[in-house]
């Protein structure tokens, strides 16, 4: 039931993510074409691309950590027996448990600080608001600290987290022969 939830609010997070993008590539498609053509930019371009990446960015990861789609060395992990394996995936998501929740901890200040002065950014006729992205920062450091819980979890059963497959199929979460 949980892996459910994690699985579609992981999924949802990186569609909005993948829709913001491309947003954003029509904004910029928007702003070279005005400038080239019009001689007349959209306002703000920059602030909200640097802004929004950072975010794109925040919504992408608890899909990637979840899906276990991050960067990881083959050569050694393929060679290990179960047991090895297993003490890497609970090694790697408790590091990422520590990550996520000292990213939470520290940003968490910052955020309540831009939500009171109504921190922007920016110069001239376009202030981007910036206490938005650093919500978004705390809220998905969260959902990644919950994925890594739930890594770390199916890692010390020795199971694996339901994939989209699993999820159409009704499954809970599968047990196999190796780990994640």
Do not use: K
Request: hydrophobic share 50%.
């Amino acid at each position: 039931m949980f892996d459910n939830v994690i699985n579609s609010v992981t999924r949802v997070c990186s569609t909005i993510a993948a829709f913001w993008a491309l947003a954003l590539a029509f904004l910029i498609l928007y702003d070279i074409s005005g400038r080239a053509f019009f001689n007349s930019p959209f306002d703000g371009t920059i602030e909200i691309v640097a802004n929004s990446m950072v975010s794109i960015l925040f919504l992408q990861m608890p899909y990637t950590i979840y899906r276990g789609a991050h960067l990881r060395t083959a050569l050694i992990y393929q060679n290990l027996g179960d047991y090895g394996q297993r003490a890497i995936d609970v090694i790697v998501a408790l590091l990422g448990i520590w990550f996520f929740y000292s990213i939470a901890v520290g940003a968490w200040d910052d955020m309540m600080i831009g939500w009171d002065v109504d921190e922007r950014e920016g110069e001239g006729s376009i202030r981007v608001p910036i206490y938005p992205v650093r919500t978004l920062l705390v809220v998905f450091a969260v959902i990644s600290l919950i994925a890594y819980l739930v890594l770390l979890w199916h890692a010390a059963v020795g199971t694996r987290p339901i994939s989209d497959e699993d999820e159409a199929e009704g499954i809970e979460g599968s047990h196999l022969d190796h780990p994640l």
